[in-house]
């Protein structure tokens, strides 16, 4: 399922290319911390689904696999160095010795990590935007503007209809 869901995530972030399409898809699972487990899980559904409206050719849908694939393989290694620091830190009393530098090594490993994954999305994204014709470019633009209208029709909703606050 997590294998699926990445896999989805990653096909759906090609139409975030440029400016034609923008969304966020998690790489590589940072701020996935005792609070932050599932945050992002479900970014992107909206986009794999404008991915499948596009009718991608075979040929299109394996290139696009092996551009993930690729893309998965060269960062696993950096996304398990630190999935096992934050381990280490998490494993960690707040009064062992040490504590409060490990906390600062690990935010700056995550800040390098935030940093690298936005280049290597940017960078997968262009690859798999290179991969669909201009039509298909035209009708993701597309795609992304009835999105964004959506989401203001949706804004605006909730400015005009707020929950009541329980108390």
Same mark, same amino acid.
């Given at each position: 399922?997590?294998?699926?869901?990445?896999?989805?995530?990653?096909?759906?972030?090609?139409?975030?290319?440029?400016?034609?399409?923008?969304?966020?898809?998690?790489?590589?699972?940072?701020?996935?911390?005792?609070?932050?487990?599932?945050?992002?899980?479900?970014?992107?559904?909206?986009?794999?689904?404008?991915?499948?409206?596009?009718?991608?050719?075979? *040929? %299109?849908? #394996?290139?696009? &696999?092996?551009?993930?694939?690729?893309? @998965?393989? =060269?960062? !696993?290694?950096? +996304?398990?160095?630190?999935?096992?620091?934050?381990?280490?830190?998490?494993?960690?009393?707040?009064?062992?010795?040490?504590?409060?530098?490990?906390?600062?090594?690990?935010?700056?490993?995550?800040?390098?990590?935030?940093?690298?994954?936005?280049?290597?999305?940017?960078?997968?994204?262009?690859?798999?935007?290179?991969?669909?014709?201009?039509?298909?470019? *035209? %009708?993701? #633009?597309?795609? &992304?503007?009835?999105?964004?209208?959506? @989401?203001? =029709?949706? !804004?605006?909703? +909730?400015?005009?209809?707020?929950?009541?606050?329980?108390?």
């Amino acid at each position: 399922m997590r294998k699926n869901t990445l896999l989805g995530l990653a096909l759906a972030s090609a139409l975030a290319i440029g400016s034609s399409v923008a969304l966020a898809a998690p790489a590589g699972g940072a701020g996935h911390g005792d609070f932050g487990h599932g945050r992002h899980h479900h970014r992107g559904h909206g986009q794999m689904m404008m991915l499948g409206k596009l009718n991608l050719s075979d *040929a %299109q849908k #394996a290139s696009v &696999k092996q551009i993930i694939r690729s893309s @998965r393989e =060269q960062n !696993k290694s950096s +996304r398990d160095a630190l999935r096992q620091q934050r381990s280490a830190f998490e494993s960690m009393t707040p009064n062992q010795v040490g504590y409060q530098a490990a906390a600062s090594r690990l935010a700056q490993a995550e800040g390098q990590a935030t940093q690298q994954r936005v280049q290597q999305m940017a960078n997968l994204r262009a690859q798999i935007y290179a991969v669909l014709t201009p039509a298909q470019q *035209a %009708q993701a #633009a597309t795609f &992304k503007a009835q999105a964004q209208a959506r @989401r203001a =029709q949706w !804004k605006q909703f +909730r400015a005009e209809h707020p929950q009541p606050s329980a108390k």
